[in-house]
Structure formats: structure tokens, C-alpha cells
């Protein structure tokens, strides 16, 4: 029985975790991550189950055998198709199922599912169920704290008790309610106000499940902060916005004693990657794009990023564009140090 591992200890594996993030974390979004944190759990954009069941499969969950660990995330609402996503999930070799309770957009509304399935605590729970018995992946919930103006704790923790009666055992908490009644997703990240300390109680009323706190968290000493209270934090706008904030992560909360990693040897292996792309007919712009953020906060990180988000050089070959962006940034910076 799944339930059964509600009696098991909270799990490590979600310490510390890269958020999905529609039209950013895609394969080539996470081969970058991965070259910075080797150890971080990663997570695909949302993918519909109903993409899973009528559109171009190996185009939503292919990926490179790097990424690992690497959870999908499916959007649905249906036991079968959630059950069918699981099974995919499962065959096409990723460490976990996730399931979106906490976007907010009309669209994913229309379809009723993301965020407003927190309204229907049984209905999650007959969907992760479902999932459970069509794979042996871990079956995780991303949700929030609430829906529109329900601000009570016991909403949150009634949500969860019903969803781990089904089987989960990991829930990753966006630390905010989702407004529903007209509120952009964008506003829906920013303007309902955070509320640590309800993931905090959660932890505190359900020792045994891995509770994952996300929302509006940013360096190591608020990612140290939080893992006295819950087990794990994840990450998304300053993971993807400023990359080389992953770069401590392994050492100093994955238990890892490899060397730190290196911006210069990232932009090489990125190079590769890019020029392996390229050859095979990819544009290199769709995974460069993801990396404009590598050298922000050093001299020259302005003038690499515009080299490389430079329109105009998007036909010409990736190392010409590597090599102009190199030397534009170490230009830039050897007249900040002539000006210092
Ligand atoms: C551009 C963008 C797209 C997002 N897409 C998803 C998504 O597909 N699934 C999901 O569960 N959350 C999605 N989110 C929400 C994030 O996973 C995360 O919960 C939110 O950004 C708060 O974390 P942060 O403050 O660390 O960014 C998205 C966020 C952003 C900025």
C-alpha cells in the first residue's frame, strides 16, 4: 500500500529543488542548471495530461540522461489520463510525478485543473491514487497555501491530510493563496502575500510527510533559514534570473565534496552543447537563451548577455558568437578595473 510510506522518515531528495516554470525550464533550461548544480532536483514546465494523450509525446518528455534527478510535472484533473501521465513518466525514465494544484491561469481554470483543484481535496486525491498505482515514481502535489480569500489554516492542512490519505507524501507549498477571480498568474506570484509561517505549522502537524516550502526565496542563508523549519525549499525567478546562485547549493546543502563549479567551465560545456545543437539543425538561440544570466554580477555581464541575445548573429555559427561574447566581457571588464 502507497500509504505506507506515510510512516516513513521525510525524505532528503527534496532539500533543495529548481521550480517548474512554464516557457523556462525546458530540457535545455535544465541541461544548463545541471551544469551548475549537480545535485539539485529539477522539474520540467507543466505538461497537460491531455498533451500526453493527443499530442507529440517524445516533444514533451524527451530529455538528456543529465538532468537527474528530474520530475515531470503533469497538469489534469482526469484519474485515467493523470494514471496514463504516471505510466509515461515512469517509461520514459524520470524520478518522480508531479502533480500542478497551484497555477492559476484561465486557462489551465477553463480546463479545471491547476489551483482550483484545491477546492476539491477528494478529487486530488482519487487523481494521486491513480497515478500511484500506474507507476512505483514517487507521486508529489505543488500547491498553495489557498484559494482566493479562504485564508484559514485548516483549509491547507485538511487539503493535505486528504491528499497523503491518498498516497502522497511529499507536498511542495507555494507560500501564498492563488486569487482566482481575475488576477494575472504573473500578480499571482507577487501580490498575495506570503505566508512562511503556515508551511511552517503544516511541517510541525505532519512530521512524517516531506514538506517543501517555495515562494519568493533567494540565497543560501534564507534556503539555511528555512530548512531548520521545513525539508526542503524550492527555488524558481532566482534560480533561473541569477544561476549562479545554484552554485554553492551542492556543497553546502547536498552533502557533495566536489569542487565548486567554475562560470568558465559552464560556458565551455554550454558551447558544446550549443554547437551539438546546432549541427543538428536546432537553432542555438531557443537553449542560449537560458543562460544570459550566467555572468551577472561580475564586470562585462552586460556586454556578454547582449552579444549573445544579439538578433542579428542568430544565423551565424555558436563558437563565432562564444568567441565575440568572451571578448566583449573581458573588454568591459578590463576597463572597469583601468577605471577603479
Ligand atoms: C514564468 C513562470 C512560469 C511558471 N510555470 C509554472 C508551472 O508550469 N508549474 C508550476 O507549478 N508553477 C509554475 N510557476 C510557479 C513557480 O513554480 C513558483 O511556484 C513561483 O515562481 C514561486 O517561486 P519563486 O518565488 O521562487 O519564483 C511558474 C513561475 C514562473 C515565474
Redesign the pocket.
Known sequence: MRTSLINEMPSVDWRVCV???????DRHCRYFHRLITRRARL?T??VSTGALVHGDVARHLDHDAAEHPLAL?L?GNEPAELAHGARLAQAWGYDEV?L?C??PSDRVQRGAFGACLMAEPQRVADGVKAMSDACTLPVTV?HRIGIDRIERYEFVRDFIGTVADAGCSVFIV?ARNAWLDGLS??DN?EIPPLRYEIVHRLKREFPALTIVI?????GDEAIAAQLQQVDGV???????HHPWSMASWDHRFLGSDAPAPQREDVEAQMLAYLQALQARGVPWPTAARHMLGLWNGTPGARRWRQVWSNHRLKNEPVARVAALARAARLDAAASTALAA
Open positions: 521550480a517548474p516554470m512554464m516557457d523556462l525550464t522539474y514546465e507543466m510535472q497538469g508531479n500542478n497551484g497555477c505543488k507555494h498568474p504573473k506570484r517555495n515562494g519568493g526565496l533567494a524550492m527555488i524558481g525567478r532566482e534560480a533561473y
